[in-house]
């Protein structure tokens, strides 16, 4: 049985890691920002604690399997981020927060299996990342002034 503490401890540290990770999609004025980002990384904890809860308390029954439930987030998660994809004329706009949907999930499952220090880690790689967009638009107008001089 975890116990209350651990499971607040929890649900704080997921909405901290999707808050981190949807301000910054908020900042850049992304189609899921703040609260989506939090909300996913919380249901992902919630969901991770309830299947190790049901797979302790009914494993007696029979063979009870706790991936299965984070394989099902997974899944659900894929259709969440798609909602995120947009084409627009020629070019599709979503995929890096679509991707960061699907991330804020998986860090939801780790802290919710209480492997915080994996997903403080990942939390920080993942922000250094979607940070890197700022050189990339630097690169690219850099080519474009090349490119015209």
Known sequence: MISIWTVTLRILLSVLFGGLIGFEREIHRRTAGFRTHMLVCVGSALFMMTSFLVSSQYGHLGTVDPSRIAAGVVTGVGFLGAGAVIRFRSSVQGLTTAASIWTVAAIG?????????????????????????????????????????
């Open 109 to 149: 499952l780790a802290v919710g299996a209480g492997l915080c220090r994996m997903a403080t880690v990942t939390t920080v790689i993942v922000l250094v990342v979607l940070l890197l967009s700022r050189l990339e638009k630097q690169i690219e107008t850099k080519k474009d002034d090349e490119g015209t001089g």
